[in-house]
């Protein structure tokens, strides 16, 4: 069975390397400019206001390495969530650029773990499991202070989804598990990370699914949602209940899985969340098919087939504009090798020429000399 939330995730890991990149810089700064709280929460519901806001907040802290990356993180995600990928991916190669200016390892760590995320919603698995590589070496080589070890479950999170594409749930589950672990253990001290917690949950969930473990699934469904319970995650929460609504359907319980999948409907919709998971459109297309309803069957699956060829096309049109932004620059190189070379050539010419010219001159003023003493030996 298709993962209830295998293609979400890949938004959902935006959020989440957020504040990766870098939650300590957002709690010192939360006192002084609460906005990064504000600007994370806003991005799946307004995006727009979010870039808009940002640009606006990155000028204000222009000369903060620290914030600056912050920002940019936020304004790539951003992107993201309106499937722009290829501005996500500018914004991430510019955190990259500032990182590397400053001798700051978390902070290179958690680049790297973005620019990876930002690669694995474009489904380039071979450049994400690159970057989460190159994460997860400095952290063996740069150990983490104790109060940013967290930053460690981000990196696990995203091998996690990596490994899942490339091997399954069952690997997958492994560095899940050990995500939740750090996560776990450091969220006394940050609050934030319960939807880091909540959004594991709901992805063992949907691998339950997948291996059709219901009572297993509606486990780690239920957690999630304890975890959100009092936070401002509704995306979280709509996928947690359409998980439910899922493990009634295959129980064909279908008039309780209606109940369930109108909870996550009611939550999208109050909230104007536009990214949701396109399979839980075509899961409750699916139900009402079941409940013999074929108006709303035929209005759910074709939500379900719009919102997935909108993602498909916006990650096809990303990955070749990249490619040929990539092109573009390596055929500049190209041309700026060749200048150089012909440049240098032409300037050895020169010399050789120059140098020619002296020598010839040199032999006449040695010929004329020559002559003149000969014309003085003869007369």
């Known amino acids: 069975?298709?993962?209830?939330?295998?293609?979400?995730?890949?938004?959902?890991?935006?959020?989440?390397?957020?504040?990766?990149?870098?939650?300590?810089?957002?709690?010192?700064?939360?006192?002084?400019?609460?906005?990064?709280?504000?600007?994370?929460?806003?991005?799946?519901?307004?995006?727009?206001?979010?870039?808009?806001l940002g640009t606006e907040l990155y000028k204000k802290y222009r000369g903060n390495p620290k914030m600056e990356i912050s920002i940019l993180t936020i304004i790539g995600s951003s992107y993201s969530v309106k499937k722009e990928y290829e501005k996500a991916i500018e914004y991430a190669f510019k955190t990259r650029e500032i990182s590397q200016k400053i001798n700051d390892y978390p902070t290179q760590i958690q680049v790297a773990g973005f620019i990876g995320e930002k690669y694995h919603n474009l489904n380039i698995y071979s450049k994400a499991k690159y970057y989460a590589d190159e994460a997860y070496e400095l952290i063996e080589k740069h150990p983490l202070p104790d109060d940013l070890k967290f930053y460690k479950g981000n990196i696990l999170y995203l091998k996690a989804l990596i490994y899942r594409e490339e091997l399954g749930c069952d690997f997958a589950k492994t560095y899940y598990n050990k995500a939740l672990e750090v996560y776990i253990s450091a969220l006394k001290n940050r609050e934030m990370l319960r939807f880091s917690i909540a959004d594991i949950y709901n992805e063992i969930g949907s691998?339950?699914?997948?291996?059709?473990?219901?009572?297993?699934?509606?486990?780690?469904?239920?957690?999630?949602?304890?975890?959100?319970?009092?936070?401002?995650?509704?995306?979280?929460?709509?996928?947690?209940?359409?998980?439910?609504?899922?493990?009634?359907?295959?129980?064909?319980?279908?008039?309780?899985?209606?109940?369930?999948?109108?909870?996550?409907?009611?939550?999208?919709?109050?909230?104007?969340?536009e990214n949701a998971n396109p399979e839980v459109y075509k899961y409750i297309s699916e139900n009402y098919y079941a409940l013999n309803d074929i108006e709303n069957h035929r209005l759910y699956l074709n939500f379900y087939k719009q919102k997935t060829s909108t993602d498909s096309n916006a990650k096809r049109q990303s990955v070749n504009e990249i490619i040929v932004k990539k092109t573009a620059e390596e055929n500049s190189d190209n041309d700026n090798s060749s200048k150089y070379w012909i440049i240098s050539i032409l300037a050895i010419l020169i010399v050789l020429i120059i140098y020619q010219i002296i020598q010839t001159k040199v032999k006449i003023a040695k010929l004329k000399k020559q002559i003149s003493k000969d014309d003085n030996t003869f007369s």
């Not at 899922?246 to 996550?264: G, H, S, V």
């Open 1 to 52: 069975m298709k993962s209830l939330f295998q293609k979400i995730n890949k938004v959902i890991l935006v959020w989440i390397l957020l504040f990766v990149v870098d939650l300590q810089t957002l709690s010192a700064q939360k006192n002084v400019d609460p906005h990064l709280d504000s600007l994370f929460l806003m991005m799946n519901s307004n995006p727009d206001k979010v870039i808009k």
């Open 207 to 273: 691998c339950y699914l997948e291996e059709n473990k219901l009572e297993e699934a509606k486990g780690s469904f239920e957690n999630s949602l304890q975890y959100t319970f009092n936070g401002n995650y509704d995306l979280l929460n709509a996928e947690s209940r359409a998980g439910l609504g899922r493990i009634l359907y295959l129980q064909k319980d279908y008039t309780k899985a209606k109940t369930e999948f109108d909870k996550a409907i009611q939550i999208l919709k109050s909230n104007k969340i």
